[in-house]
């Protein structure tokens, strides 16, 4: 029902940056909280970051915490991923979602959000 397309992936070395898209289309989104999820080879998929449409509201996963900087465009239906001082362990598949109801608190149970977008790949290497 909503579509989501990630953008921006790629290969870069370690300490070096990244900025993921995400554009929303299918439906009016401005109400929607989105995020990033990512999932590295051979391991569960993980919350990194999300935040609130109609809010100032942002949330970190603990291990991007001060290097990662989420933000979005209401006017274009965008969500950004700002990665800075790419590790190595950060290489993974990351996914944007959207949800309209997830409170904060669990904003990073994966089951909980809806709508998923097919996945950009980034790949850091030492």
Do not use: H
Not at 7 to 29: D, H, K
Not at 80 to 94: C, G, I
Not at 97 to 120: E, H, K, M, Y
């Amino acid at each position: 029902q909503v579509q989501l397309v990630e953008s921006g992936g790629g290969l870069v070395q370690a300490g070096g940056s990244l900025r993921l898209s995400c554009a929303a289309s299918g439906r009016t989104v401005s109400s929607y909280g989105m995020g990033w999820f990512r999932q590295a080879p051979g391991k569960e998929r993980e919350f990194v970051a999300a935040i609130n449409w109609n809010g100032d509201n942002t949330y970190y996963a603990d291990s991007v915490k001060g290097r990662f900087t989420i933000s979005r465009d209401n006017a274009k239906n965008t969500v950004y991923l700002q990665m800075n001082s790419l590790k190595p362990e950060d290489t993974a598949v990351y996914y944007c979602v959207a949800d309209a109801n997830i409170p904060p608190r669990l904003i990073t149970r994966t089951s909980l959000w809806d709508n998923w977008g097919q996945g950009t790949q980034v790949t850091v290497s030492s």
